[in-house]
């Protein structure tokens, strides 16, 4: 079934973190419904809105991540690629970021 996607730890991780704070926003919400509020995002948000937006940030930095990685091993010299864990400390990173303050 799952044969068409590269399954690494770091995939696999990544999808059961989406999958959680799909979870955990659905209880929250139920908990307590969320109002809107502006940060530092050009229109006022929800919870709901900010993961989104958060979600395919994180997606954005992961597949620029691997798009450059490649690269980066002839432009510095690496010796192999960059661990894939780097573009997913930087991705959820960048979702706690708007979630926050966006």
């Known amino acids: 079934m799952f044969e068409w996607m590269a399954w690494t730890t770091p995939v ?3 999808f059961l973190c989406i999958v959680l704070m799909l979870v955990g926003m659905t209880v929250w919400e139920l908990k307590s419904p969320t109002v809107l509020r502006r940060g530092f995002l050009p229109l006022e948000t929800t919870r709901g809105d900010r993961l989104f937006i958060g979600l395919l ?4 930095v992961n597949l620029a991540f691997v798009g450059v990685s490649g690269k980066l091993v002839g432009l510095l010299g ?3 690629e960059p661990s894939i864990w780097i573009s997913f400390v930087v991705s959820m990173g960048l979702l706690v970021l708007i979630m926050r303050r966006g």
Do not use: H
Request: hydrophobic share 60%.
């Open 78 to 80: 690496l010796e192999s």
């Open 57 to 60: 940030s994180a997606a954005y």
């Open 12 to 14: 696999a991780v990544f």
